[in-house]
């Protein structure tokens, strides 16, 4: 009884159940989607572009959390906001037109990015600087451990039991709901170490953050939507043969994730950015090129491979913010993320009908900006030390704005 007590108490438990919960209804959903849409909507690149882009406005309004963090509590409304995913994933296949599928898909994308941006703050809030590396990788490899088992349960329910595509949406959106409602039942409320701004924060200091954030929203959206969509366009691959990937991409994230985390603690984030840069530069140039099916799945794998060492933008910003910042700082980061998210897939779906491979041209283009802007991290980012602008002489001038 003392042990459950104990396990109840802990925050870190808190936020692994979380990490458990969403992959069970957002990766299903990206999983099932692109085939759903191509053989029950009959969408083309126009309306894939633009059902991903109203997927990403909730993202770009997620400045607003903050305020609603001025009547609901962060844990409570993190709690909320896995609910409404949930609820909007369940109702995904109920809804196999156009129109439903942009109303479906807006529902799920506002509980996922709220609570994406509440996450982090209170995982910045509960973790040490010491640690958060390492347990933000931890994290990544138990979302990746859950994404193992849903892909796998779900991968049998296409091939074994030839489930609908409305059963296995419902399925995944009531698990995640159900979860949401022990989250709610089952945990006190962790109070904050440091009481947060309830107030929209925006700081002349955080620019490079901000500049980091903006660019990774970009190019994400490249690799989500139309590597994706690539697969299955262009190559035919089926729901349980996309779910193959998601498997494989998952076994690498629970492998490595936490030594990834390990590692951006021990050699810098700098070091860690400009290595996945690099290497999403390589990547996107190979999807431009790319013919032949297995090679295209490939490319898939290691895309995905990279995203583990995006926590080193989290565990930069948590080196030079002021603590009271995080809440506000969440939202607004979310925000800049989205911008160019709300836009890219849209314009990308048009330049997709005339030039596949130009999108994945543009893609390969934002990762060389975010390597050149990675290099302005020093090499030990404090508060005070924020940006460091190499000059001759080896000399360094750090940004204190």
Same mark, same amino acid.
């Given at each position: 009884?003392?042990?459950?007590?104990?396990?109840?108490?802990?925050?870190?438990?808190?936020?692994?159940?979380?990490?458990?919960?969403?992959?069970? $209804?957002?990766?299903?959903?990206?999983?099932?989607?692109?085939?759903?849409?191509?053989?029950?909507?009959?969408?083309?690149?126009?309306?894939?572009?633009?059902?991903?882009?109203?997927?990403?406005?909730?993202?770009?309004?997620?400045?607003?959390?903050?305020?609603?963090?001025?009547?609901?509590?962060?844990? +409570?409304?993190?709690?909320?906001?896995?609910?409404?995913?949930?609820?909007?994933?369940?109702?995904?296949?109920?809804?196999?037109?156009?129109?439903?599928?942009?109303?479906? +898909? =807006?529902?799920?994308?506002?509980?996922?990015?709220?609570?994406?941006?509440?996450?982090?703050?209170?995982?910045?809030?509960?973790?040490?600087?010491?640690?958060?590396?390492?347990?933000?990788?931890?994290?990544?490899?138990?979302?990746?451990?859950?994404?193992?088992?849903?892909?796998?349960?779900?991968?049998?329910?296409?091939?074994?039991?030839?489930?609908?595509?409305?059963?296995?949406?419902?399925?995944?959106?009531?698990?995640? *709901?159900?979860?949401?409602?022990? *989250?709610?039942?089952?945990?006190?409320?962790?109070?904050?170490?440091?009481?947060?701004?309830?107030?929209?924060?925006?700081?002349?200091?955080?620019?490079?953050?901000?500049?980091? +954030?903006?660019?990774?929203?970009?190019?994400?959206?490249?690799?989500?939507?139309?590597?994706?969509?690539?697969?299955?366009?262009?190559?035919?691959?089926?729901?349980?043969? /996309?779910?193959?990937?998601?498997?494989?991409?998952?076994?690498?994230?629970?492998?490595?994730?936490?030594?990834?985390?390990?590692?951006?603690?021990?050699?810098?984030?700098?070091? $860690?950015?400009?290595?996945?840069?690099?290497?999403?530069?390589?990547?996107?140039?190979?999807?431009?090129?790319?013919?032949?099916?297995?090679?295209?799945?490939?490319?898939?794998?290691?895309?995905?491979?990279?995203?583990?060492?995006?926590?080193? /933008?989290?565990?930069?910003?948590?080196? /030079?913010?002021?603590?009271?910042?995080?809440?506000?700082?969440?939202?607004?980061?979310? +925000?800049?993320?989205?911008?160019?998210? =709300? =836009?890219?897939?849209?314009?990308?779906? *048009?330049?997709? *009908?005339?030039?596949?491979?130009?999108?994945?041209?543009?893609? $390969?283009?934002?990762?060389?900006?975010?390597?050149? $802007?990675?290099?302005?991290?020093?090499?030990?980012?404090?508060?005070?030390?924020?940006?460091?602008?190499?000059?001759?002489?080896?000399?360094?001038?750090?940004?204190?704005?």
């Amino acid at each position: 009884m003392d042990d459950v007590i104990s396990w109840r108490q802990k925050p870190i438990m808190l936020l692994t159940l979380m990490t458990i919960a969403m992959p069970v $209804a957002f990766h299903i959903w990206s999983a099932l989607l692109n085939n759903f849409v191509v053989e029950q909507a009959a969408f083309t690149g126009i309306e894939i572009g633009i059902l991903q882009s109203l997927r990403e406005v909730p993202g770009f309004l997620a400045f607003t959390a903050v305020f609603v963090l001025l009547i609901v509590k962060e844990q +409570t409304f993190a709690v909320l906001s896995l609910a409404l995913l949930g609820l909007g994933v369940a109702l995904t296949g109920f809804f196999p037109t156009e129109y439903g599928l942009y109303f479906t +898909t =807006v529902l799920m994308s506002i509980g996922f990015h709220y609570f994406e941006a509440v996450k982090q703050s209170l995982s910045l809030q509960w973790l040490s600087k010491a640690e958060a590396p390492q347990v933000l990788g931890r994290l990544i490899a138990v979302g990746s451990i859950t994404s193992l088992v849903v892909y796998g349960v779900l991968w049998v329910c296409l091939e074994w039991f030839a489930l609908s595509y409305q059963t296995n949406f419902a399925l995944a959106g009531g698990v995640c *709901m159900v979860l949401s409602v022990v *989250m709610w039942l089952a945990f006190p409320h962790f109070p904050s170490k440091t009481v947060q701004h309830k107030t929209l924060i925006l700081r002349q200091r955080y620019w490079l953050y901000y500049l980091l +954030t903006f660019l990774s929203g970009a190019r994400r959206q490249i690799f989500v939507v139309f590597a994706a969509f690539l697969m299955v366009e262009k190559f035919g691959y089926s729901a349980s043969e /996309i779910t193959v990937l998601f498997l494989i991409n998952y076994a690498f994230n629970w492998l490595f994730a936490e030594r990834i985390g390990a590692m951006i603690a021990r050699w810098g984030e700098r070091w $860690a950015l400009s290595f996945e840069y690099v290497g999403l530069i390589l990547v996107f140039v190979a999807y431009a090129l790319v013919d032949h099916a297995l090679l295209a799945a490939s490319l898939y794998v290691i895309d995905h491979m990279f995203f583990a060492l995006a926590i080193a /933008i989290s565990t930069y910003f948590q080196k /030079i913010a002021d603590p009271k910042d995080m809440a506000s700082s969440a939202g607004v980061s979310f +925000t800049i993320n989205h911008i160019a998210a =709300v =836009v890219v897939p849209a314009a990308l779906g *048009m330049v997709w *009908m005339f030039s596949p491979s130009m999108v994945f041209f543009f893609g $390969a283009g934002f990762a060389l900006l975010s390597l050149i $802007a990675a290099q302005l991290i020093p090499r030990h980012p404090v508060q005070g030390h924020e940006v460091s602008f190499p000059m001759s002489g080896g000399l360094s001038r750090e940004g204190r704005a």
